[in-house]
Every structure is written in structure tokens, then in C-alpha cells.
């Protein structure tokens, strides 16, 4: 059993998304399109309110479903430099692809595992349109081999996490990026600015399956774009 | 560059969970304990939507807080077989181990990745005691070894889907099972009867690290314990 170590640290996906105390209330028989109610306050609502308030149910909110998702999940700060991340870990998985240290001289150029997952938003568009939308933010995050033996064979098994990269598409503020798509190495560290085009996109551009996303690797959004 | 092929097939996971119009009415100042939530409707909610309703803000939900999250995943028919999951793609991914076949002999327990995902109830409930609820369900999606080669260097990376299996825990239903946990292979089937105790269950008695899972390989379930 080889056991690899790499340096470890925790970084917990226990974020909410909604802090504030919300309810849920279903109206019955309300129908109205998602343009309308995203234009904010309604002037038939109060009559709504009113005729219903005496026989609608609260609940709190258990609602996961990402078609109406609107959330942006990519944050930049003033100087331009993406805020790490928090909650990715309770965003979709895409794959995990594995490059173990012993595959590649002891250097793989990303340890060891790739966890790489799509925001939900992004997600939800996906499924719609099988494109990368503006605003798409891809998250790896790597975690080291912590064995090739368990009881369910041979293999490489994850161990402990060792940071994340991030890749933001955003045709305004990266407009001059190749594809809009720009990468961001944060390791431990809670913001980072965009790498060199050569650092990362270049080598996208030229491999990855679709719009430099490697989703030759990730089956869930073959899938997804199969439906 | 070594191509390995299984049986292909897609299931899509683009299951909504509220397929009815919803509307979020955040209401400021207005705090109330989640049993209290609970428990239905309230006395004191029509005067709060009297008075908030010309101000409150009406939007399509976007929460995906799982902390109020109450949906049990795990569905029986009447015969007892667990209905197939469709929407576990959009859970919480744990960790992905590989067992390839060129490391087994061509025949490994389970070809070739393993994608696990809890279901974001229990996912909740584990954040916030470290524990598997009973309602626990947790998928294991196999997925072939597309290449061993790619631009990030020698390894393993995801090709197609294979198939799923899956695990339940419920403290009523599996009172005489193991941890009350039962195990369920599904393949491309609709539903599965639960395996026999000596199938699986053996074997995640004797080497999984807590309560039957293998929680030594899924990172995502210690860190978020840790905290």
C-alpha cells in the first residue's frame, strides 16, 4: 500500500445561501411568468396576500431547484481578483479525474484527484442550452492519493484536500481572454488574480472538448447536454 | 493511451424538486424558531403580510439552503424495492474513487470510477452532527476509464456511465439489517430489491471507517464533520 501525502488542510462546504429568515409560500392557482416576477413588486400581490393569507401553509424554504437559480457564484473584489469560493462543494460535481504522483514522476502537474464542479446557475443553463453561459465559474479542487488498496480492489483512493483553482467565463470583463474564460489558482489563499493566458487558457484552447472545458472528461455534462 | 469501454448509457439528472410556482418573501425583523416554522400555519402571519405585503419584495426561490432541507430521497414501491433515484447528480458529491480494470485483473468489484453522493437532507443533518440520519440514502455511480492520458498528464479520467448502486439506512424499514443499512444494485434498472447481507453489507461492516461508509475515502464528509 503506498500512502502519499501532500499538505493538508480542511475547508468545509457548510455555506447557506439564504441567511435570512425566508418562507416559502405556495398561492394556488397564481400563475405568472418568470420575466414578470423577477421585475420585483407585483401590484396584484397585496389582494393575493390578503384573500390567502388566512389558508396558506409556511414552510421553510427546502427548495433545491436550480431552473430558476439566478444566484452569480463568481465574486471579484475591487482590485479585479477572484474571492475564493466557499460553498462549491454544494454546487453540481462534473467528474474527477485522478494524475497520481506515480503516473507522472512524482510531479503530476495538478495533484492528485480533480474534484471539479459547475455553479448551480451555470448548471441550470447548461441543461437548457448545452452552452457555458456568462458568468459560468468552475471549480477544481485537488486532493491527494491516500491509498491504492481498499476493500473494493486496486485503485487510487482520495486522501485530503490540497487546495483549488478556479475558471470564471464573463464576456465583459474578460472580454479580451480567449473565450472570455479566465484562471485563477488560489491554493489556500482567499482571493487571487487571473493567471497569464499562456499559464492556463492556452493549453484549454487546445485541448479541452468545448469551449475549453475539458468535458471530454466530465460525463454528467455529456449528459446533460444529451437530454 | 490505453481506451476502455463498458456499456454506455445516459441518465439524466435534471429533476426539479418544486415543479409548483413558489414565491420567497423574505420579511426583515421578523425571527421565529425552525420547530415553530414547523409546525404549519401561523396566528400571527396574516398581520405580517398585511403590513410587509406593499413592501416585501417578490422573487422566483433560489435558496438552495439545505439546512431546512426535510425531503426523504429514498423511495420504496409496495413490493419494498427501492425506486431508482433520478436526481442524485444534483446531490452532494463525497468523493469519486477509481478501481480500473488494467489494476484488477480486467475485473474489479465495481469498473471504474465510483461517484458517490449523499442526498442534501441527509447531507445536512450529517454537517451538523456527524452522523448518518436513518432516511440516509447515498448513490454510487460507476463510470468507465475513458483514457489514461490526457493534457494534465498520465492518470485515470472518467469515459461513460455504467450504471448505479445504492445504500439506505432506516432504523424501521432495515430494523434487522446491519446498522440498518441495506444495499441495492441497479444497473439500468427501475427499482432493486434489497441484496442479502453477505453481498454487501459484510464487507462495509468489516472496512468502512464510520457506520458502514467509507468515509475514509471521501473527504467531503470528514472535513465537513470537522468543523
Known sequence: MTKLQGSVYYYGGCIKEA?????????LGFE????????????S???FL????LSVQVRPTIAADYSHHSKEYAKFNKAGELVRPTDYREWIFVGAPVT????NDGKPAFPEFHNVYIDPTSWAHYKKTGEFRSGTII?????????????SGNGYFPGEFLGIAATVK???RFADRPNNWAYFGFDDKPRAAAQPDDACAACHKANAAQDMVFTQHYPVLRAAKSK
Open 19 to 27: 441567511l435570512e429568515p425566508v418562507f416559502v409560500i405556495p398561492i
Open 32 to 43: 405568472m411568468s418568470e420575466q414578470k416576477l423577477l421585475k420585483g413588486t407585483l401590484a
Open 45 to 47: 400581490l397585496p389582494v
Open 50 to 53: 390578503l384573500t390567502g393569507a
Open 100 to 103: 497520481p504522483k506515480d503516473m
Open 139 to 151: 471549480v477544481k479542487e485537488l486532493a491527494s492519493v491516500g491509498t491504492k488498496q481498499s476493500a
Open 170 to 172: 464573463d464576456t465583459k
